[in-house]
């Protein structure tokens, strides 16, 4: 009864195939894709553009998890910097307390930094939340401070 | 650079692919080519240039690493080639699995999905297509290869077994190809026509 083949011996004989490459010569190479009808410069350049493709990708996926890892690490950083919830009338005292300690020698360059500041009636929590952030950047609130209130 | 046993930074790795000269480009297309033969259609459409993207795209992101001091560069892509077609296989033998009729026997293998596969594959048509190029040649070396590679031996089995140097053996391939080739256009993955 004649042989039937299988995967397994299917696999083994293009191995055997691919393998071979690895010993034929530089000559050989050449011939080969040349009596495909092929050019070797053109699949030389066909198997550069993979290179350069899959090097773009990998660029791309590191800038896209080095800002995935920056966006966290904010988050995370304006989350420890902003323990403490708390109403919008103890932040606003807050902002008032570190601006009035601020010394008269450096008050003029401070409040420039809030030349754009709102009447502080019209501060709503998410402006308190960037002021009290700008003061702390600023050294003039310190964590303590936050804790305390 | 790295240390003996260490792997290489990114750049250095991406200093050696740019590097590779025009014959590694080519060596490396045909063996990606010859180790896709045949396959076109079964691996959801993968073809050579799939699977050269792919070991580029694990050796630049790491996935791969390669130690310098155990193999040369050109060498370490062709075994991570290598390792992603055997991937590719198993996987192959997974999605045809699914199911509750393909159940492992004894030896851990799979039963009915090689039955599937090899139908829809036409293993059988295509080996005997490519052993029949070869069943009037008066040397019957190559025939002879051909069944020692089927039934599973190694190239030094085969040399040991028919007596003969690398040197012969690789004539031989060379002739199996050029002849395989030449009738089923096999660098061109084109084994439909098989």
Known sequence: MQKKYKLKNWFGFIDALADSILESSDEDIYNEVKELGENPKENAEKVRNLISQAIMLEKKR???????????KEKNSTIKQLPIPFNLKDKIELIIKALTNVPQSNKASVMMQFRELKKIDDIDDNDADIIIHKLIQLGLLKDEDIKNE | MSTEDSTVELTEIIDQLN??????????????????????????????ED???????????????????KVNFIGFLFGVIRSIASEWRKKLVEIETVGGDNIRNINGEFNKYEKDIERRFDVDRKIKAIKELFKEDKDALISQIIDGRLEGLTRSEIMECLEISIKEYETAMKKLYRRCQA?????GCNAKEI
């Open chain 1, 62 to 72: 590191k800038l896209i998890e080095a800002r995935k890892m920056y966006e966290a």
């Open chain 2, 19 to 48: 590097s590779l000269g025009e014959s590694d480009l080519n060596r490396l297309k045909c063996f990606a080519d010859r180790k896709m033969f045949g396959m076109e259609g079964v691996l959801n459409g993968k073809n050579s």
């Open chain 2, 51 to 69: 699977l050269l993207q792919e070991a580029f795209s694990r050796v630049i992101s790491g996935s791969r690493k390669w130690y310098p001091s």
């Open chain 2, 183 to 187: 009738k089923f256009s096999i660098g």
